[in-house]
């Protein structure tokens, strides 16, 4: 189970937003984060808790490590508006889950 | 570049059948494991289903064990989902999406436009 807090979070642009994840058990450093906007796929922002996927911007940024995550947008751009999910990958056989989503709102 | 390409979307009714296909192009098909995830309207995302790159291995949610079936075909660089025993809590846009470089590690760095299946009688 991964549960993601908070479940809104209404920002400015160029405010800084630090979005949670938390793991019932550890996950050692096997989680992603992904961004979906309203009609799209989703898109993978980090892997490994911190490495930036190709393309990612800077100012997206993840940190920690067994059961506690962060994902960090440094400074909000109005394209950064969006649903953030995390996810992990549990035992073997594997099973992926997903956790509920953190949305970004402007202000 | 990379393109993932579902198709076979629609309305049918509880009990029946559909068969969801993802036709990829321009990365190495055969190398990557793919996976299916689903995201009922208005709702999160939900892994169904990954098949190894050769398809020796597949896996499911539970919540689909013994319904769906996960398979590809390498030499027509398409991915298949064929649902069985649908029910209305499958309704949902159905995704396929490809592997990064991990094998196993769920991490998927290209998705399709997704292809919505609506269980309805």
């Known amino acids: 189970v991964l549960t993601q807090s908070p479940a809104t979070l209404s920002l400015s642009p160029g405010e800084r937003a630090a979005l949670s994840c938390r793991a019932r058990q550890s996950v050692s450093r096997h989680l992603a984060w992904y961004q979906q906007k309203p009609g799209q796929a989703p898109r993978l922002l980090i892997y490994?808790?911190?490495i930036r996927a190709t393309g990612i911007p800077a100012r997206f940024s993840g940190s920690g490590s067994g059961t506690d995550f962060t994902l960090t947008i440094s400074s909000l751009e109005p394209e950064d508006f969006a649903v953030y999910y995390c996810q992990r990958r549990r035992g073997w056989p594997p099973q992926y889950t997903f956790g509920p989503g953190t949305k970004v709102n402007i202000k | 570049q990379v393109q993932l390409v579902e198709s076979g979307g629609g309305v049918v009714q509880p009990g029946k059948s559909l068969r969801l296909s993802c036709v990829a192009s321009?990365?190495?098909?055969?190398?990557?494991?793919m996976y299916w995830v689903r995201q009922a309207p208005g709702k999160g995302l939900e892994w169904v289903a990954v098949?190894?790159?050769?398809?020796?291995?597949?896996f499911y949610a539970d919540s689909v064990k013994g319904r769906f079936t996960i398979s590809r075909d390498n030499s027509k660089n398409t991915l298949s989902l064929q649902m069985t025993s649908l029910r209305e809590d499958d309704t949902a846009f159905y995704y396929c999406?490809?592997?990064?470089?991990?094998?196993?590690?769920?991490?998927?760095?290209?998705w399709g436009q997704g292809a919505l299946v609506t269980v309805s009688s």
């Open positions: 098949i190894s790159y050769d398809g020796s291995s597949k």
């Open positions: 490994d808790a911190s």
């Open positions: 999406a490809k592997e990064s470089a991990d094998f196993w590690s769920g991490y998927c760095d290209y």
């Open positions: 321009g990365f190495s098909f055969s190398d990557y494991g």
